[in-house]
């Protein structure tokens, strides 16, 4: 019996530390995910910088407050798909941007409703043609939906896609891109609807599901406890068949 009740207990216990080792996981991506949020609020009231400055802190720090001039080219416009707004279906609209010193990057202008519910006739949205000044920061682009098929399902422009691929992006615009994209200020020239926030899932689920693992830990090892004092008292109750056993 003892040989048994220690055999069970190193797989309940090997059980528990991998549950265990989840929760911590998950505690730690919401650390992560705290800092990278954090460092987001300090770049949007930080002082703007130059582009060149910005492209720097943003490549050390993930995000930068930064200050551009140059012109948007509103014939190409990508519109990331299948965003929805307060149970709205609309898309991010994202607009090729020339800086004065030459280089190209994509400006997320923000949040715009589907007019009809086929993606065949997608909105005409104003665009600057004229020199604008525009002020946001540089964060990473959104994380890439799975890869299943062809990514484009609107071939002409403007181009409608359910992610926004940095290197697709370029390939069709066929011009080189800045790594990072330009998360507009609403006060900004052509601000759309603005309450951008990192696309992945807050602090607070991961914690969610830390507290859940931890919880599924301490159960297993509870279970078994309970299974053991259950035949420990069997046993006594009938110590014969126990000891033949």
């Known amino acids: 019996m003892m040989v048994r009740a ?10 528990s530390a991998g549950l265990a080792r989840l929760g911590y996981w998950q505690w730690q991506r ?9 460092g987001l609020d300090r770049a949007r009231q930080a002082a703007p910088l130059d582009y060149e400055a910005a492209v720097r802190a943003a490549s050390e720090q993930g995000y930068a407050a930064v200050l551009l001039r140059g012109r948007y080219d509103p014939t190409h ?10 149970g709205k279906p609309g898309l991010q609209v994202y607009t090729p941007f020339e800086t004065e010193a030459g280089a ?20 005409a949205l104003p665009t600057p043609t004229e020199t604008v000044e525009l002020r946001g920061v540089l964060s990473p682009p959104p994380g890439a939906a799975m890869r299943m098929g062809a990514t484009t399902t609107h071939t002409d422009w403007p181009w409608l896609t359910p992610r926004i ?6 390939q069709r ?10 998360q507009l200020d609403p006060a900004s020239p052509a601000a759309l609807l603005r309450d951008w926030q990192p696309g992945f899932l807050p602090p607070e689920r991961h914690r969610g599901y830390a507290v ?9 090892l509870v ?3 309970v299974l053991l004092w259950r035949q420990l008292k069997a046993g006594r109750r009938h110590p014969a068949a126990t000891h033949s056993t």
């Not at 190209?104 to 909105?123: D, F, H, I, M, Y």
């Not at 615009?173 to 330009?182: A, G, T, Y």
């Not at 693992?213 to 297993?220: E, F, G, M, Q």
């Open 77 to 86: 416009q990508i519109y990331h798909d299948a965003q929805l707004r307060e």
């Open 104 to 123: 190209w990057l994509l400006v997320a202008r923000g949040w715009t409703p589907l007019p009809v519910e086929s993606r065949q006739q997608l909105p």
């Open 173 to 182: 615009l066929q011009r080189p891109l800045l790594d990072f994209v330009l």
């Open 6 to 15: 220690l055999l069970w207990f190193l797989c309940a216990a090997l059980v």
């Open 223 to 225: 279970i078994y406890f």
């Open 212 to 220: 859940q693992w931890y919880a599924l830990a301490l159960t297993v």
């Open 165 to 170: 691929d940095l290197d697709e992006s370029a």
């Open 30 to 38: 919401a650390q992560e995910k705290e800092a990278i949020i954090a």
